[in-house]
């Protein structure tokens, strides 16, 4: 079938021509990820169709350059690592040649202009500015992001500490690498690639600890039955749960390698070394390359308690380039989303309008599909799914069904207020902590209390979630950008009743999620496309109204927080009740997870609430509080909520750290100083002292006018720790805040890889700061109001401050997971910073003029005694 020549370009580019580069993202105009230069400019292809683009001269990313030649503008970017995901940086390399080629960019303003109407949902947006200047020839030195590494002395490796418990799971080296007949030894990736770079840092784990180069050391992606179970890639885990077990198998892996070698060679293995050319015996001409050993039984054997690894070894702690890049930003068609099957047929879907909405009228579905020329439109539940042979087709077919089907409502569309629903309702408490002693903190002591919230947010990926199914009998496969291959497995067997044997979850990497986004619901509707049609493959996509409407949101929250503080200003007592919907919904093998099951036939209910870790996560302050009662209450609101970056730590955190700024100008105090008192931990005490040397921190008592914050966090108080100083412009006039300059320190432990640690730091307190400063849903009965990118207010190219990044190194310390370490204590610095400028405390996310606004006017005198307007 050919396009007709009212379908939209950027179908005809990417479905008809193969130039994938072309990413597919919001498909309205908002994001730029689909930019092209045609006739000279920079042009959005899903805003024109085949027919107005006629005659035009277009560029694509392909046009641009290869992997093997990049054109200097694709250099550009690889130079400065401007990449996270990298989902949207071919749209701003197109946008940035196309400025160049106009001589448009003299400095960073006019790059930043250039930029300002693309999305950057991981917050690559400091690199993205530097390769545009470096494309257009202008000095980068003070635009952008800067950093350096503190190296402190190292620690010995403990060969008595015993194996990590998921060596235990996992004891033998050949479930976690094995050497190909060509030479190279591959790894079977034990966790997913979301953006946060660590396919890389598992080769570079891997390959020091074998002692081989790293373009010797390949990765496999996650794939079921093949790769090992750890569950979720989430929670900052990945190198702590998948990086330190695979060194202590690459270290036995060596050690097999070196045995099989000796052996070949006939010498003692005390006498034979391992090196890029295989196993040599040093002084001879005697070797034996890794092809030669990869002959004959695969190499098996245990990782044993002696296979300890060398966190100081060369390579470690090295700015890698990744290499993935390379391909993502010269155009490669490396997304799940530009997967193409031989014979792929694609999938939409007409989803409910609401959470409440029933099918009232159902049109004749027969017609609509010969109406629209696709190849069926199938009904389960709530759910209508339309395979077409043409993505366009089906996106046709599916705004046909729209006009057609009609829906009725439980009830009329009403605002909720949900920060005073959460506190009503029924739910589940969790006491973290009830200390002896909180009786009496409180009966003695000077107290303050103060309320805290944010409210329901996006994951706002840039591009709707995508899968592809492929059924053949009872056997069912799937390409997923999930972030969970082996429980989303599960969730897909018990939901269409088949033996998890005969189901495979493939991994391959998509736009960044940030959470639990709707990747899971598109691999189940996959899998629900892919029966209608057996033995085709079908690549579902949702749209980016169902992506925003049925997200799994990162939950509203309140809390009230209060303390007891002793004459000399030191606090004795903490009271802590917080409000949550859960922050854990992801398919665990139950069935009941998934839209799928929601709104299709197999069952009626809303997907089964989550688990509670992520609500309750770091409530508990790393500081010495004195006396604690800590209670945690988890309710059902309004709305399907799940993972979102960092859980309820970005909640937590915010309060604690605004609280804390609270408490130390009640006891006349500097706010570091005040943290430092009450701080006994030595890694988090350094953080902090780093970030207010580097930030230039003046003590003060109350606000200072200068417009300072600090803030800090050890994320979920076993990883990463974290400080942050933040500076602000505030008008007084308009009420606008300009975050100004962000300093970031972060202790991870072990560095792997300082550029990537840095990029991922520098990517979640860009994101961070996107949330904090404006990113908030608005809840009715029938659901949320915001239903793209373009209801919804992510920060841009001029929001962005000057960013400093320290990262305190200790090698021989096990890395620490930190891909999420900068995102809570962020909001709470821009929070206390505004504070500092303008004495006037703000206590609800997001941090906006208008709630800036709305706070002056509810001021009790005292505070309007502080207020420097
Ligand atoms: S602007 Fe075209 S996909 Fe977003
Ligand atoms: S790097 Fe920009 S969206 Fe991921």
């Given at each position: 079938?050919?396009?007709?020549?009212?379908?939209?370009?950027?179908?005809?580019?990417?479905?008809?021509?193969?130039?994938?580069?072309?990413?597919?993202?919001?498909?309205?105009?908002?994001?730029?990820?689909?930019?092209?230069?045609?006739?000279?400019?920079?042009?959005r292809?899903?805003?024109?169709?085949?027919?107005?683009?006629?005659?035009?001269?277009?560029?694509?990313?392909?046009?641009?350059?290869?992997?093997?030649?990049?054109?200097?503008?694709?250099?550009?970017?690889?130079?400065?690592?401007?990449?996270?995901?990298?989902?949207?940086?071919?749209?701003?390399?197109?946008?940035?040649?196309?400025?160049?080629?106009?001589?448009?960019?003299?400095?960073?303003?006019?790059?930043?202009?250039a930029?300002?109407?693309?999305?950057?949902?991981?917050?690559?947006?400091?690199?993205?500015?530097?390769?545009?200047?470096?494309?257009?020839?202008?000095?980068?030195?003070?635009?952008?992001?800067?950093?350096?590494?503190?190296?402190l002395?190292?620690?010995?490796?403990?060969?008595?500490?015993?194996?990590?418990?998921?060596?235990?799971?996992?004891?033998?080296?050949?479930?976690?690498?094995?050497?190909?007949q060509?030479?190279?030894?591959?790894?079977?990736?034990?966790?997913?690639?979301?953006?946060?770079?660590?396919?890389g840092?598992?080769?570079?784990?891997?390959?020091?600890?074998?002692?081989?180069?790293?373009?010797?050391?390949?990765?496999?992606?996650?794939?079921?039955?093949?790769?090992?179970?750890?569950?979720?890639?989430?929670?900052?885990?990945?190198?702590?749960?998948?990086?330190?077990?695979?060194?202590?198998?690459?270290?036995?892996?060596?050690?097999?390698?070196?045995?099989?070698?000796?052996?070949?060679?006939?010498?003692?293995?005390?006498?034979?070394?391992?090196?890029?050319?295989?196993v040599?015996?040093?002084?001879?001409?005697?070797?034996?390359?890794?092809?030669?050993?990869?002959?004959?039984?695969?190499?098996?054997?245990?990782?044993?308690?002696?296979?300890?690894?060398?966190?100081?070894?060369?390579?470690?702690?090295?700015?890698?380039?990744?290499?993935?890049?390379?391909?993502?930003?010269?155009?490669?068609?490396?997304?799940?989303?530009?997967?193409?099957?031989?014979?792929?047929?694609?999938?939409?879907?007409?989803?409910?309008?609401?959470?409440?909405?029933?099918?009232?009228?159902?049109?004749?579905?027969?017609?609509?599909?010969?109406?629209?020329?696709?190849?069926?439109?199938?009904?389960?539940?709530?759910?209508?799914?339309?395979?077409?042979?043409?993505?366009?087709?089906?996106?046709?077919?599916?705004?046909?069904?729209?006009?057609?089907?009609?829906?009725?409502?439980?009830?009329?569309?009403?605002?909720?207020?949900?920060?005073?629903?959460?506190r009503?309702?029924?739910?589940?408490d969790?006491?973290?902590?009830?200390?002896?002693?909180?009786?009496?903190?409180?009966?003695?002591g000077?107290?303050?209390?103060?309320?805290?919230?944010?409210?329901?947010?996006?994951?706002?990926?840039?591009?709707?979630?995508?899968?592809?199914?492929?059924?053949?009998?009872?056997?069912?496969?799937?390409?997923?950008?999930?972030?969970?291959?082996?429980?989303?497995?599960?969730?897909?067997?018990?939901?269409?009743?088949?033996?998890?044997?005969?189901?495979?979850?493939?991994?391959?990497e998509?736009?960044?999620?940030?959470?639990?986004n709707?990747?899971?619901?598109?691999?189940?509707?996959?899998?629900?496309?892919?029966?209608?049609?057996?033995?085709?493959?079908?690549?579902?996509?949702?749209?980016?109204?169902?992506?925003f409407?049925?997200?799994?949101?990162?939950?509203?929250?309140?809390?009230?927080?209060?303390?007891?503080?002793?004459?000399?200003?030191?606090?004795?007592?903490?009271?802590?009740?917080?409000?949550?919907?859960?922050?854990?919904?992801?398919?665990?093998?139950?069935?009941?997870?998934?839209?799928?099951?929601?709104?299709?036939?197999?069952?009626?209910?809303?997907?089964?609430?989550?688990?509670?870790?992520?609500?309750?996560?770091?409530?508990?302050?790393l500081?010495?509080?004195?006396?604690?009662?800590?209670?945690?209450?988890?309710?059902?609101?309004?709305?399907?909520?799940?993972?979102?970056?960092?859980l309820?730590?970005?909640?937590?955190?915010?309060?604690?750290?605004?609280?804390?700024?609270?408490?130390?100008?009640?006891?006349?105090?500097?706010?570091?100083?005040?943290?430092?008192?009450?701080?006994?931990?030595?890694r988090?005490?350094?953080?902090?002292?780093?970030?207010?040397?580097?930030?230039?921190?003046?003590?003060?008592?109350?606000?200072?006018?200068?417009?300072?914050g600090?803030?800090?966090?050890?994320?979920?108080?076993?990883?990463?720790?974290?400080?942050?100083?933040?500076?602000?412009?505030?008008?007084?006039?308009?009420g606008?805040?300009?975050?100004?300059?962000?300093?970031?320190?972060?202790?991870?432990?072990?560095?792997?890889?300082?550029?990537?640690?840095?990029?991922?730091?520098?990517?979640?307190?860009?994101?961070?700061l996107?949330?904090?400063?404006?990113?908030?849903?608005?809840?009715?009965?029938?659901?949320?109001?915001?239903?793209?990118?373009?209801?919804?207010?992510?920060?841009?190219?001029?929001?962005?401050?000057?960013?400093e990044?320290?990262?305190?190194?200790?090698?021989?310390?096990?890395?620490?997971?930190?891909?999420?370490?900068?995102?809570?204590?962020?909001?709470?610095?821009?929070?206390?910073?505004?504070?500092?400028?303008?004495?006037?405390?703000?206590?609800?996310?997001?941090?906006?003029?208008?709630?800036?606004?709305?706070?002056?006017?509810?001021?009790?005198?005292?505070?309007?005694?502080?207020?420097?307007?």
């Amino acid at each position: 079938m050919t396009a007709a020549e009212t379908t939209p370009l950027i179908y005809v580019l990417r479905n008809d021509l193969g130039l994938k580069g072309v990413r597919t993202g919001c498909v309205i105009g908002e994001c730029g990820s689909c930019t092209v230069i045609a006739d000279g400019h920079s042009l959005r292809s899903c805003q024109i169709s085949l027919g107005d683009a006629a005659g035009m001269d277009l560029v694509t990313p392909e046009g641009l350059g290869t992997p093997d030649a990049p054109h200097p503008v694709q250099e550009a970017f690889l130079s400065e690592q401007a990449g996270q995901c990298g989902y949207c940086i071919n749209g701003m390399i197109m946008a940035v040649a196309a400025a160049v080629d106009a001589g448009t960019i003299a400095g960073e303003e006019d790059a930043r202009k250039a930029l300002e109407e693309l999305i950057c949902r991981c917050g690559t947006h400091t690199r993205i500015v530097k390769a545009a200047l470096r494309a257009a020839g202008v000095e980068t030195e003070d635009a952008g992001a800067h950093g350096s590494v503190e190296r402190l002395p190292g620690a010995e490796a403990d060969a008595q500490a015993g194996l990590p418990e998921i060596v235990d799971r996992y004891p033998r080296m050949e479930q976690w690498l094995r050497l190909t007949q060509e030479g190279y030894v591959e790894v079977d990736s034990p966790k997913v690639e979301l953006g946060q770079g660590i396919s890389g840092a598992l080769r570079q784990i891997a390959a020091t600890q074998l002692g081989l180069p790293m373009d010797l050391v390949t990765l496999a992606p996650t794939t079921t039955g093949r790769s090992v179970d750890l569950g979720h890639t989430a929670g900052s885990n990945s190198v702590e749960h998948g990086g330190i077990p695979l060194a202590y198998a690459a270290v036995a892996f060596r050690r097999a390698l070196l045995e099989r070698g000796a052996a070949l060679l006939d010498a003692p293995a005390s006498q034979v070394e391992l090196t890029a050319a295989g196993v040599v015996r040093p002084g001879t001409d005697a070797a034996v390359s890794l092809a030669q050993l990869a002959t004959g039984e695969p190499l098996t054997g245990a990782i044993t308690a002696a296979d300890v690894p060398d966190w100081t070894a060369a390579g470690l702690g090295a700015p890698l380039p990744r290499a993935d890049l390379v391909r993502k930003l010269t155009g490669a068609g490396v997304y799940l989303h530009d997967l193409e099957l031989p014979g792929m047929l694609h999938a939409r879907a007409l989803l409910p309008p609401s959470y409440d909405a029933q099918v009232a009228t159902e049109p004749d579905l027969q017609q609509i599909a010969t109406a629209v020329g696709a190849r069926r439109i199938l009904r389960d539940g709530r759910i209508f799914l339309v395979v077409a042979e043409r993505e366009d087709v089906a996106i046709r077919g599916v705004n046909r069904l729209r006009d057609a089907v009609r829906w009725s409502y439980d009830g009329p569309d009403e605002p909720v207020d949900v920060l005073s629903l959460l506190r009503t309702l029924d739910g589940d408490d969790h006491q973290t902590r009830l200390d002896d002693g909180i009786g009496e903190a409180f009966a003695a002591g000077r107290t303050h209390k103060a309320t805290y919230s944010k409210p329901y947010e996006a994951h706002a990926p840039m591009s709707p979630s995508a899968s592809i199914g492929m059924a053949d009998g009872d056997r069912l496969r799937i390409w997923t950008h999930s972030q969970s291959p082996y429980p989303l497995r599960a969730e897909l067997a018990v939901l269409f009743e088949r033996d998890e044997d005969a189901v495979v979850v493939v991994h391959v990497e998509g736009p960044g999620a940030y959470g639990m986004n709707g990747a899971d619901d598109a691999a189940a509707l996959a899998a629900l496309a892919a029966f209608a049609v057996p033995g085709e493959p079908v690549r579902f996509q949702h749209s980016m109204d169902d992506e925003f409407g049925w997200d799994p949101y990162g939950s509203a929250m309140v809390a009230d927080l209060e303390a007891s503080l002793d004459e000399n200003g030191r606090i004795v007592g903490y009271r802590h009740r917080s409000w949550t919907d859960t922050h854990y919904a992801r398919p665990d093998g139950n069935g009941d997870r998934l839209l799928v099951q929601w709104l299709g036939e197999r069952g009626p209910g809303r997907p089964r609430f989550g688990g509670h870790e992520g609500g309750w996560r770091n409530t508990v302050p790393l500081y010495d509080v004195g006396a604690r009662d800590i209670v945690t209450r988890h309710v059902r609101g309004p709305l399907r909520t799940g993972s979102l970056r960092s859980l309820g730590s970005y909640m937590h955190v915010f309060e604690i750290e605004s609280f804390m700024d609270e408490l130390a100008e009640l006891a006349g105090q500097d706010p570091v100083a005040f943290r430092l008192a009450h701080l006994d931990d030595e890694r988090g005490r350094h953080v902090l002292e780093v970030a207010a040397q580097t930030a230039g921190w003046e003590p003060h008592v109350g606000p200072s006018g200068r417009g300072q914050g600090v803030a800090f966090a050890r994320y979920k108080d076993v990883k990463g720790y974290a400080a942050q100083v933040v500076d602000v412009r505030v008008d007084p006039e308009s009420g606008t805040f300009t975050v100004t300059r962000v300093v970031v320190v972060c202790d991870a432990g072990t560095v792997i890889n300082p550029d990537g640690l840095r990029n991922q730091l520098e990517g979640a307190t860009i994101q961070s700061l996107s949330r904090c400063l404006g990113e908030s849903l608005t809840v009715t009965t029938r659901g949320v109001k915001e239903r793209n990118l373009s209801d919804y207010p992510l920060i841009g190219f001029s929001g962005i401050p000057r960013l400093e990044v320290v990262l305190v190194d200790r090698p021989g310390y096990p890395p620490l997971g930190t891909g999420e370490s900068a995102t809570p204590p962020l909001a709470a610095a821009v929070a206390n910073a505004i504070d500092d400028a303008l004495g006037v405390r703000l206590r609800n996310l997001p941090l906006t003029a208008a709630s800036l606004e709305r706070r002056l006017l509810e001021l009790s005198e005292a505070e309007m005694a502080r207020v420097r307007l």
